[in-house]
């Protein structure tokens, strides 16, 4: 584990610099090795430090852009109990933007800089938020395919050796578990109503079971990071592992919801003892990441849109802080 950790010690540092470096660095492998935590103060490598802000960083944006696909059907749900149910549910996503913020300010960036190189387009985000939500349906979709990967792919992450984003995961995953029941509900009353409502809900599973698989990242000869995520134990499985877990666990609920998954190649194989699935369109993958996805461009107007809006609260608080400070000063 120590040598895949390894960093060299810069030359230019002081002879006891660079046995802090070595002390670090040899207390952060035994960490690893140990499978134990790495917190905010320890010493860290800096590339485990990029790699983690990364993450950590683009998983909050993803949960705050995540909030306008089913924000957008707050006003249009069929009744006052799953309007109410929706807005908890796009409240919880608001609140895990603020968890994995918090934990990656932890890192060294600050909130606003985060902030920033999302509303330049600088940072990425989930490319699922991409797709639109068309019927009333997709939010049942949305809950139980999308929050279903999430709650699959970050169940793991509760484990990830970096403590602050390991800790947000858990309160995370438990809300997840509410969002993922919530979808399913909803397909399973409209696919025991009319045939129009079952073929609504079916439309819907049919459009968004792809994009789901796709979050969990490009296939593992093609993803670039995992490696070494993995050797730091960030993460525990690769996305070709998960994406095979997620199809198995898709392909027993939707029995109980009287549906079926637009895959007719789904299968288990008994030698490997892994879910398979047919292929899919990586080319489409890859024009989402590249801002060329069908609601892109809407997603990002309306995340700067509501910056923008949102600039006087910011001021406000500001203020308040700083007459706060003045009071404590003063006394
Ligand atoms: N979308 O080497 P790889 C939610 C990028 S929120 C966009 O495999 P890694 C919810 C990847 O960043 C769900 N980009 O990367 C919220 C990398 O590019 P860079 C969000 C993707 O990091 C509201 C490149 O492709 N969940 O559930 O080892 C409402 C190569 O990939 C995607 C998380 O963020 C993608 N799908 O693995 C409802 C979970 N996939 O950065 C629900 C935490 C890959 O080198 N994140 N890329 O330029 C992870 O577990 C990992 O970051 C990933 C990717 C599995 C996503």
């Known amino acids: 584990m120590a040598s895949q ?26 960490i690893i090795a140990e499978d134990s935590r790495i917190e905010p103060r320890d010493w860290m490598p800096e590339a485990y430090r990029r790699t983690l802000l990364r993450q950590v960083s683009q998983h909050a944006h993803s949960e705050i852009i995540g909030m306008q696909p089913e924000a957008n059907w707050i006003t249009r749900a069929p009744s006052l109990k799953r309007k109410a149910i929706l807005m908890a549910k796009v409240q919880d996503e608001a609140g895990h933007g603020l968890y994995l913020y918090s934990a990656a300010e932890t890192l060294g960036q600050s909130r606003d800089k985060m902030m920033q190189d999302l509303i330049d387009g600088k940072a990425r985000y989930s490319s699922i938020f991409n797709y639109p939500a068309v019927s009333w349906a997709d939010m049942g979709a ?75 990242g490009p296939p593992d000869d093609d993803s670039p990071n995992s490696k070494q995520s993995m050797a730091w134990n960030i993460k525990r499985f690769s996305n070709d592992e998960l994406r095979s877990r997620f ?29 398979e699935h047919g292929p899919l369109d990586w080319n489409e993958f890859k024009d989402v990441l590249a801002g060329k996805g069908p609601c892109n461009a809407q997603r990002m107007e309306r995340r700067r849109q509501a910056h923008e809006d949102g600039a006087w609260v910011r001021e406000a608080a500001a203020a308040y802080a700083a007459k706060q400070a003045e009071k404590e000063h003063a006394a």
């Open 5 to 30: 950790n390894l960093q060299s010690v810069p030359a230019e540092l002081s002879p006891e610099e660079q046995e802090r470096e070595r002390a670090g660095q040899a207390y952060f492998d035994r």
């Open 142 to 216: 949305i809950g139980w395919l999308v929050d279903g990967a999430a709650i699959c792919n970050q169940v793991p992450l509760c484990r990830a050796s970096y403590g602050p984003y390991g800790r947000a995961m858990v309160r995370i995953c438990k809300e997840e578990s509410f969002h993922q029941r919530q979808g399913f509900e909803i397909l399973l009353e409209l696919s025991n109503g009319t045939p129009a409502q079952k073929q609504m809900a079916q439309d819907a599973v049919n459009r968004w079971y792809a994009p789901a698989l796709m979050m969990f």
């Open 247 to 275: 199809v198995g666990m898709m392909v027993e609920q939707v029995r109980v919801l009287g549906l079926t998954l637009p895959d007719p190649e789904i299968r288990f194989n008994e030698e490997t003892k892994k879910w």
